[in-house]
């Protein structure tokens, strides 16, 4: 299986972490930005986004990092990453539903702002979207800060996707100033995944 992917991108962090962490190797094919390689048309005809991660297994061409993540682990079902049980299954597919549509666009926003605009040379971050993406990490983090309480894991009582996912959308949490020490549940889980072989194999 080939994956094309940036390293410095979140959604590719989290389908690397997931291999890692099922000791899957994949293929890489780094795509340089600076140079455009993810918008031209051989990738384009792969990855009409132009964005990464894509990957190609044989004849099958998959995009959409969330999705890539369940492929992946579906291919090794014993690992526990995407349960067999339907509920467990259902509510690890609503958490990563979750953080696309609620939790990681805060944490893109932070980043743009924080960092991308200066890696970038695009001006100076403004203070009116940071205000905005903070107040929109408060109202999410608390949400999965209640979830977590108690719990170890996202879903259930062992690591899975859900985990994954989640935690690759903080990758930059502490360059951007997130503040993750309000969630004490979400900071302590989030030291566990940052912990796991495969954060650091996958970084
Ligand atoms: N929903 C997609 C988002 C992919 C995405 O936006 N990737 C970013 C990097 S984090 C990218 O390649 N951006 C380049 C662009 O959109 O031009 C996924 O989860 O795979």
């Given at each position: 299986?080939?994956?094309?992917?940036?390293?410095?991108?979140?959604?590719?962090?989290?389908?690397?972490?997931?291999?890692?962490?099922?000791?899957?190797?994949l293929?890489?094919?780094?795509?340089?930005?600076?140079?455009?390689?993810?918008?031209?048309?051989?990738?384009?005809?792969?990855?009409?986004?132009?964005?990464?991660?894509?990957?190609?297994?044989?004849?099958?061409?998959?995009?959409?990092?969330?999705?890539?993540?369940?492929?992946?682990?579906?291919?090794?079902?014993?690992?526990?990453?995407?349960?067999?049980?339907?509920?467990?299954?259902?509510?690890?597919?609503?958490?990563?539903?979750?953080?696309?549509?609620?939790?990681?666009?805060?944490?893109?926003?932070?980043?743009?702002?924080?960092?991308?605009?200066?890696?970038?040379?695009m001006?100076?971050?403004?203070?009116?979207?940071?205000?905005?993406?903070?107040?929109?990490?408060?109202?999410?983090?608390?949400?999965?800060?209640?979830?977590?309480?108690?719990?170890?894991?996202?879903?259930?009582d062992?690591?899975?996707?859900?985990?994954?996912?989640?935690?690759?959308?903080?990758?930059?949490?502490?360059?951007?100033?997130?503040?993750?020490?309000?969630?004490?549940?979400?900071?302590?889980?989030?030291?566990?995944?940052?912990a796991?072989?495969?954060?650091?194999?996958?970084?």
């Amino acid at each position: 299986m080939k994956l094309y992917h940036n390293p410095l991108s979140p959604n590719v962090r989290r389908v690397r972490l997931t291999a890692a962490v099922l000791g899957l190797e994949l293929e890489e094919k780094v795509l340089d930005f600076s140079k455009g390689e993810h918008k031209n048309p051989e990738y384009l005809a792969l990855n009409p986004n132009g964005a990464v991660p894509t990957l190609v297994d044989g004849d099958f061409v998959l995009t959409e990092s969330r999705s890539i993540m369940q492929y992946l682990a579906s291919k090794k079902p014993e690992s526990g990453l995407l349960p067999r049980d339907e509920a467990a299954r259902a509510d690890v597919a609503r958490w990563q539903f979750w953080d696309a549509a609620h939790f990681s666009p805060q944490l893109g926003n932070l980043a743009f702002e924080k960092m991308i605009k200066g890696m970038l040379g695009m001006g100076d971050p403004d203070p009116t979207k940071i205000q905005e993406a903070l107040a929109n990490f408060r109202r999410f983090g608390a949400v999965l800060d209640k979830r977590l309480t108690g719990r170890t894991y996202v879903v259930g009582d062992a690591l899975t996707i859900a985990d994954l996912t989640l935690a690759s959308s903080l990758m930059y949490a502490k360059q951007c100033e997130a503040p993750l020490a309000e969630f004490p549940a979400v900071d302590a889980w989030f030291s566990r995944m940052t912990a796991l072989e495969g954060w650091k194999k996958s970084a």
